[in-house]
């Protein structure tokens, strides 16, 4: 079995966090990771220590678009700032990744079984297994804390249903439900526009009311973890 394992945004904690996972993967793992960041002999050491799954990385930093800055008001401030400018990112990277596999995968001649999204900092005992599947669903690892967003509605413009969040740090599925996941970028700037700039853009709400409005199917699985504390140092 042959996994497109994606990383976005930052590559923290990924020496005593990620290679310890990738060395006792139970499939064969491709590498890409899209980071938010200036290049540096950080990532040089980086990619000498991950070269035996790494396929593809771009570092380079993540601006919020014009558009974005044009129209954003903060509703707890009601003002254009604080922006959310890491969750953007997030998204933006999210998608990124993911093409960067897709790309690898077309130039290449073949296809990978499944696409993950995984969080470098993330303390687990090991990746999951996996179910292959051609049906539109994503796996979503069940979040460790127990929230609920509402999903978005279009008509008329406002909000719906409480669900439970989909998760934003280790999810997989099928080359068509990842490419639906990962659009949370373009999903956010629709609703920017379709709430008039009053649209959070945040984490999982954001990546949750994506995977609802394209009707995505989801399927929970568990696999404990915490995020390493020392992921902000």
Same mark, same amino acid.
Not at 122 to 128: A, E, N, T, Y
């Given at each position: ?51 035996? %799954?790494?396929?593809?990385?771009? /570092?380079?930093?993540?601006?919020? &678009?014009? !558009? ?5 008001? *903060? ?89 439970? %969040?989909?998760?934003?740090?280790? /999810?997989?599925?099928?080359?068509? &439900?990842? !490419? ?5 970028? *373009? ?47």
């Amino acid at each position: 079995m042959r996994v497109a394992l994606f990383i976005s945004g930052r590559l923290k904690c990924y020496k005593t966090c990620l290679i310890p996972i990738l060395q006792k993967a139970p499939y064969d793992i491709d590498l890409f990771c899209s980071i938010n960041d200036d290049e540096s002999s950080y990532y040089d050491d980086a990619r000498r220590k991950l070269k035996l %799954w790494l396929k593809g990385i771009e /570092v380079k930093p993540f601006f919020l &678009s014009d !558009r974005f800055n044009e129209i954003f008001v *903060n509703r707890h401030t009601n003002l254009p700032e604080p922006k959310p400018y890491n969750g953007m990112s997030m998204f933006y990277n999210d998608g990124n990744g993911f093409n960067m596999a897709i790309d690898y995968a077309d130039k290449n001649s073949f296809e990978y079984d499944v696409y993950m999204k995984c969080r470098p900092d993330m303390i687990m005992d090991s990746l999951p297994k996996v179910t292959i599947t051609d049906q539109y669903k994503i796996f979503s690892v069940i979040p460790w804390c127990n929230h609920e967003s509402p999903v978005v509605t279009r008509d008329p413009v406002g909000y719906g249903d409480m669900v439970p %969040w989909v998760s934003d740090v280790l /999810v997989y599925g099928n080359k068509k &439900s990842m !490419r639906a996941y990962t659009d949370s970028y *373009n999903f956010a700037m629709e609703m920017l526009e379709l709430f008039e700039g009053r649209y959070g853009c945040d984490f999982e709400p954001t990546v949750t009311q994506n995977v609802y409005d394209k009707s995505l199917e989801v399927e929970y699985f568990s696999n404990p973890y915490t995020l390493d504390p020392t992921r902000h140092q």
